[in-house]
């Protein structure tokens, strides 16, 4: 699955379903990266979009999205 993380048609479960588990870790990376430049930028609207697609693609790969651990301030 080559398809543009960008788009919709990326997330149809039945192409989802017949992605490799590599290609499946590759869009999730793509993601996660996509995901974090937009919350850098402020822009949460597309980082929650994002964060709501990568769900979707760790839920195929069997695994939940876990959130970053919080760092001491002290």
């Given at each position: ?20 588990a590599q290609a499946l870790r590759k869009l999730a990376k793509s993601l996660e990266k996509k995901m974090a ?38």
């Amino acid at each position: 699955m080559e398809e543009d993380p960008d788009t919709a048609a990326a997330y149809d479960s039945k192409k989802l379903k017949k992605s490799s588990a590599q290609a499946l870790r590759k869009l999730a990376k793509s993601l996660e990266k996509k995901m974090a430049e937009a919350a850098k930028d402020l822009d949460f609207e597309t980082a929650a979009e994002l964060r709501d697609r990568l769900i979707i693609v760790k839920g195929q790969l069997g695994e939940k999205l876990q959130p970053a651990k919080k760092k001491k301030l002290f």
